[in-house]
């Protein structure tokens, strides 16, 4: 089951179209002008019903301009993907989430079994996601009896391999990141140093194009990983029952819709 966000949001929480620049992931970008002070805003929580009926509760930073504050539809939509495939995807398998946000499809992975030896979830190496991440970990009632290691960290899309990282993922995950399109090249050149080139490796893709007027953009990704030696695979094509933010424009079953594709190593 899945509870989907919904209804108005709060101020400059949409992908407007004042995000179209190809700039927008540019650090630099995800800070306040100097004379600029929002309120600040209070953490919230969030529920998910997983398959077997068990729930997750799940704590969401206050707004926050790397968009933590938010559950996004791809994270929901590939939980369950997750949940659907465990025995292919999940079981016994190395599992690196890149752009977590609040964490929930790798939390959803450790509570399936990737036990063979990890799972990594990762955002970007700010403090308050990242401590975030780690609270939403320690708090999961059903990781504790999980034989899974899961764990937090900081990491730049790009940058080289952390010490975590140096034995490759069988699978990898990225839940709606491709708005930003600034960082294509960055997001799978992450995929090539970190995932294992065996026949069973994947990386699952899951978005919504959320500003329907840029879907060309969001789908420009795949391109980029076929001449970076890729098959491309889409699996699933899933319609929310609502938009995130109702107030936004453009076409509405588009950003109602998860769309979800797999990546392999073309051996």
């Given at each position: 089951m899945i509870n989907a966000n919904t209804g108005s949001r709060p101020e400059s929480t949409a992908l407007s179209e004042s995000e179209d620049s190809e700039d927008f992931a540019d650090p630099a970008l995800f800070q306040e002008p100097?004379?600029?002070?929002?309120p600040e805003s209070p953490p919230s929580f969030v529920e998910h019903t997983l398959l077997s009926g068990e729930k997750l509760h799940m704590r969401l930073v206050g707004h926050n301009p790397l968009w933590g504050h938010l559950l996004w539809n791809g994270g929901q939509v590939v939980s369950e993907y997750l949940q659907r495939h465990a025995e292919d995807l999940?079981?016994?398998k190395d599992v690196l989430e890149l752009g977590a946000g609040a964490g929930l499809p790798g939390?959803?992975?450790?509570?399936?079994?990737?036990r063979k030896r990890k799972v990594l979830i990762t955002d970007y190496p700010d403090e308050e996601l990242v401590e975030n991440l780690k609270g939403n970990i320690n708090n999961c009632e059903l990781?504790?009896?999980s034989k899974s290691e899961v764990s937090a960290e900081g990491y730049l899309w790009g940058a080289p391999s952390p010490p975590s990282m140096l034995?490759?993922?069988?699978?990898l995950i990225l839940a709606d990141l491709l708005f930003n399109h600034s960082e294509h090249a960055k997001l799978l050149s992450t995929i090539r140093l970190t995932?294992?080139?065996q026949p069973a490796s994947c990386v699952l893709v899951f978005f919504t194009p959320y500003r329907p007027w840029l879907f060309d953009k969001d789908m420009a990704f795949f391109d980029l990983a076929r001449q970076?030696?890729?098959v491309v695979e889409k699996v699933l094509e899933s319609v929310m029952e609502n938009v995130m933010f109702a107030e936004d424009r453009g076409d509405e079953l588009l950003r109602r819709t998860v769309y979800g594709f797999v990546l392999r190593w073309q051996l």
């Open positions: 100097d004379d600029y002070y929002r999940v079981e016994n939390i959803v992975c450790g509570i399936l079994g990737a990781l504790k009896t034995l490759g993922f069988d699978i995932l294992r080139r970076g030696g890729f």
